[in-house]
């Protein structure tokens, strides 16, 4: 089986092709695999390490706190449909959003009945971030211009007197 980074898929998507998603005013987070972009379509990536200054500091363990969740969720919905997501999908890629919106709608409907996964269960078997530099294409002007705004948004407001230790590594 040929493996294809990320970026490459991306590349090729007809998401990035036709650059309608995600609706203006919202952005996709994403890796450092991947290149910071604001058009076609709003891909936003951390810094590269070393990061230069508090606000790309700041701004990296916002993006990673916002990944983090992300990932989670896929974990718990690997773990509530192992025999689907755990496979390859044997379904049309064209069912492959349906497939996933009525895995997430009777997932939904589990937890409202009470039928919660225990929290270590959703733990991810895959939990390894790739190299920052794996499969990258540059990254946009305007991506990049567009982080540095977004970084200095989060940095303004970090003001509040718990935010002095944020981010520190334990």
């Known amino acids: 089986m040929k493996s294809v980074h990320d970026a490459r898929i991306l590349k090729n998507s007809p998401i990035y092709a036709r650059g309608t998603y995600p609706p203006p005013g919202y952005f996709i987070l994403a890796d450092g695999g991947y290149p910071c972009l604001q058009e076609p379509l709003a891909l936003i990536t951390p810094y590269k390490r070393p990061v230069r200054g508090m606000a790309e500091q700041r701004f990296n363990c916002h993006h990673s706190r ?13 773990t509530r449909f192992r025999c689907i997501f755990l496979e390859t999908l044997e379904v ?56 540095v705004a977004l970084a200095n948004e989060v940095s303004a407001l970090a003001g509040a007197p718990q935010d002095h230790d944020y981010c520190a590594q334990p």
């Open 66 to 78: 916002g990944r983090a969740i992300i990932e989670r969720a896929f974990g718990v919905m690997k």
């Open 92 to 147: 049309h890629h064209k069912f492959v959003p349906k497939v996933v919106t009525a895995c997430v709608i009777l997932h939904n409907i589990c937890v409202g009945v009470g039928d919660d996964l225990p929290p270590d269960a959703a733990a991810l078997e895959d939990n390894q971030p790739p190299a920052a530099d794996e499969g990258a294409c540059g990254e946009s002007e305007s991506g990049a211009a567009w982080r």
